[in-house]
């Protein structure tokens, strides 16, 4: 499918706008019909939205996302996850209702949603496919302007697009730092994201350098890269180190792009620093996930802290964390809501 042009971008956001949640998800539940509301519009959310609504044609089915272009499913950049599933067109046309809006709190004792734009939404089953967000690392010095000027671009378009002109304004011979969290997956997305990041320093900056920082202590992914960048003959040398030989961080100085690792300090022109992953925010908020950081569930999704909640994609603690696997969860909602 070809990417959206920006005048699509722009009706998709206006129809998105427009949008609002009437009056059936405001109050309590009365005799209306029953009130499915889905948080987040990528494959699991989307699928899941749209697999309810078809099982369910007289409930209501509501999706609240909040980024108005994940629905347009524009084309992915190099840094970026990833787009699939039903796009906004498809969910209109199937009577989803789609509101533009940050899910902040759920107030489980009313079974109200609360959004950031200050609204409430009530629900009788809510479904939550917030994916992954960043847990942050109690690494010195590594503060809200290391993170906004070293983008970890894991999954946020915004700080895609922010490492992708970084990159491009790099000086001569730059060095640049790929930082890897202990546990990232899906791993070959942490294998695209070195070779990427190699194969630009190969084409756009003679004698640059990269290093990988890896804080897994196994050497098979440092192995896998090196075979598969043995075939690009390009020119960049990428020094991998995993934990306990260098690829500890203990501190950083963002300033002066220092960074002190367990085998001394390195200069960095770039980093793209990727912190350990957790469940979406909204989660957590919600109290839905456990010491881990994921959404603990049973085999249907069904959460294991909530009874009311059912949790789709990659937010679940044993998620397989691709777009087949998040697409397979979001179609299986209809089935788990139904006989929740
Ligand atoms: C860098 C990277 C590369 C990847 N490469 C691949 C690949 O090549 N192949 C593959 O199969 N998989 C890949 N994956 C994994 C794949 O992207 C995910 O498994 C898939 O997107 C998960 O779908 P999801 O619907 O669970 O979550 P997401 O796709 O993360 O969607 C979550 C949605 O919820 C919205 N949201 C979150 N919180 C809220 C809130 N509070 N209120 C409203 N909306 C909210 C977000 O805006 C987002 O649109 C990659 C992942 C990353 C990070």
Same mark, same amino acid.
């Given at each position: ?25 405001? $109050?309590? +539940?009365? #005799? %209306? ?6 948080? =987040? *519009? @990528? /494959? !699991?959310?989307? &699928? ?21 272009? $994940?629905? +347009?499913? #524009? %084309? ?6 990833? =787009? *699939? @599933? /039903? !796009?906004?067109? &498809? ?26 734009? %200050? ?13 992954? &967000? ?207």
């Amino acid at each position: 499918m070809s990417a959206p042009t920006r005048r699509q971008v722009a009706g998709y956001l206006g129809a998105l706008a427009a949008l609002g949640a009437g009056a059936a998800w405001a $109050g309590a +539940a009365l #005799a %209306g019909p029953e009130r499915q509301l889905v948080i =987040g *519009g @990528g /494959p !699991a959310g989307a &699928a899941a939205a749209l697999a309810l609504k078809r099982a369910t044609p007289h409930a209501a089915v509501l999706l609240v996302e909040r980024d108005p272009k $994940g629905l +347009a499913r #524009a %084309g992915a950049s190099a840094f970026d996850r990833p =787009g *699939g @599933g /039903p !796009a906004l067109g &498809a969910l209109r046309r199937a009577g989803v209702e789609v509101i533009l809006d940050e899910a902040v709190g759920v107030h489980w004792a009313d079974q109200r949603l609360a959004l950031f734009s %200050g609204r409430a939404l009530a629900f009788d089953r809510l479904f939550l496919a917030p994916g992954t &967000a960043a847990r942050p690392e109690a690494i010195p010095g590594l503060d809200p302007v290391a993170r906004h000027l070293w983008p970890a671009a894991w999954g946020s378009a915004r700080e895609a697009r922010r490492l992708g002109a970084q990159l491009a304004a790099l000086p001569d011979r730059p060095h640049v730092i790929l930082r890897l969290a202990h546990g990232l997956s899906p791993r070959h997305a942490v294998l695209d994201r070195a070779h990427h990041l190699a194969r630009l320093l190969d084409r756009t900056r003679p004698g640059a350098r990269l290093t990988v920082l890896d804080a897994g202590t196994a050497a098979d992914l440092a192995d896998r890269f090196q075979r598969r960048r043995a075939g690009d003959h390009g020119p960049t040398p990428v020094d991998w180190r995993i934990a306990g030989h260098g690829g500890t961080v203990h501190r950083v100085d963002v300033r002066r792009g220092w960074v002190e690792t367990d085998a001394g300090p390195l200069l960095a022109d770039a980093v793209n620093f990727i912190e350990t992953q957790g469940a979406g925010t909204i989660a957590r908020a919600a109290g839905l996930v456990d010491a881990s950081g994921w959404c603990p569930t049973d085999p249907h999704g069904r959460s294991l802290t909530r009874a009311q909640a059912v949790i789709l994609g990659d937010a679940r603690k044993d998620a397989a964390r691709t777009v087949a696997g998040a697409l397979r969860s979001g179609l299986a909602a209809a089935e788990t809501g139904l006989n929740a």
